[in-house]
């Protein structure tokens, strides 16, 4: 690296200390697993004064664009974390659309969604999923959202399952309950939700008709609404929020059960096979909130979201053991603010998204795998 003594202005100087800090952070965990190093200047800012709400999804598709969903009735109310700290929002703010396309360098690269002809739009924007046909998947946790949608890449609907209205139980296999999260088995064309902020299970559906298959509460049984107590990594039943949904390439089912500080896994029949209790002593908003698998062909690697501790966490996958973790609250480069959802381009680096105050989505190059 070239010395710039004093032409590097304190700005940049900061954020140099925030990037090496972030590292050698990682690092100290373990040696053998990814280390990543924060990108402070994706993406880039948006066109038209637009700026982006409580980031509630990210996902990347096969051509490595990055995805994002975002709240914005949330986007222009007081205040926005940016790079280099909370701003004030400018009179000029307007909100984005809600769903945000982006190449590798953060330049927006198209951009739509809201309420339309034939489909009932999330009240409250949460979970984004592109499966490997290249169909984007929507979903809402507000009071009313009980359906999740199927769109083409321009924003062309395609599909809705589930509809808006008032909340019923788990019971009910003609709708969602504040649906959180989606994953789709391409070869068995089925779409998996977690499902939900309301109900308390996992549900299938055929992706391309609608039609119910099946679905299955915490350890494989019938879900109930019973109400018992969070923080309980032997619940049986999961809690609220089921928030996260992953099939990896192995065929096992990975659920979030953010409440209750735990990742159970299945069979795609629903049939359990296991538990990674993570973070136990966790309060607050629970410690299991997304999920991704590593770029490997074996998947070795769980990645893994944690909002309330404000940390990414890396596991191995047939043992849940936590090899590195990173993170830390706050709203400079490489901190977080209520994290929320992560994904992992073709190439291995890490993008974020954040709700809350948060309000945004970052990058972290992967710099040695």
């Known amino acids: ?35 990543y190093a924060v990108d402070p200047s994706w993406p880039k800012p948006l066109p038209n004064d637009w700026s982006m709400g409580q980031a509630s999804g990210v996902a990347i598709d096969h051509h490595d664009h990055i995805w994002v969903i975002h709240r914005p009735a949330s986007a222009c109310t007081t205040e926005q974390s940016q790079p280099g700290g909370v701003i004030m929002k400018s009179k000029s703010c307007r ?68 509809q808006s209205g008032p909340l019923t139980n788990s019971s009910d296999v003609t709708r969602l309950g504040q649906p959180a999260d989606a994953d789709i088995d391409i070869q068995a064309r089925e779409v998996y939700f977690a499902d939900g902020y309301h109900n308390h299970r996992v549900i299938v559906f055929d992706s391309e008709t609608g039609r119910y298959k099946r ?113 830390r609250g706050g709203d400079k480069p490489g901190e977080f603010h209520r994290l929320h959802n992560l994904a992992l381009d073709s190439a291995g680096n890490l993008y974020t998204t954040e709700v809350d105050t948060g309000n945004r989505a970052q990058k972290f190059r992967l710099i040695r795998r």
């Open 1 to 35: 690296m070239k010395t710039m003594g004093s032409l590097i202005t304190q700005g940049a100087t900061q954020a140099l200390l925030i990037i090496s800090s972030f590292v050698y952070q990682l690092s100290a965990v373990a040696e053998d697993t990814p280390r």
């Open 215 to 327: 679905h299955w509460g915490a350890y494989g049984n019938s879900p109930t609404d019973v109400k018992i107590g969070q923080y309980n990594p032997v619940s049986p039943q999961f809690g609220n929020p089921v928030h996260c949904v992953r099939i990896a390439r192995d065929g096992l089912v990975y659920i979030c059960d953010r409440a209750n500080n735990r990742i159970q896994i299945f069979n795609k029949d629903g049939t359990f096979i296991r538990q990674f209790v993570i973070g136990e002593d966790t309060k607050s908003s629970g410690s299991t909130w997304d999920l991704d698998l590593w770029i490997d062909p074996m998947q070795s690697s769980l990645f893994h979201a944690d909002g309330t501790n404000s940390k990414v966490r890396i596991l191995r996958r047939e043992s849940g053991r936590v090899t590195s973790e990173f993170g």
């Open 95 to 162: 909100p984005a659309p809600p769903v945000l396309k982006f190449d590798q360098e953060g330049h927006l690269l198209n951009s739509w969604g809201g309420p339309g002809e034939g489909y009932d739009w999330p009240e409250r924007e949460h979970g984004l999923t592109i499966d490997l046909r290249g169909f984007v998947w929507i979903g809402g946790n507000g009071t009313s959202d009980g359906q999740y949608l199927k769109f083409t890449t321009d924003g062309h609907f395609v599909l809705q399952i589930g």
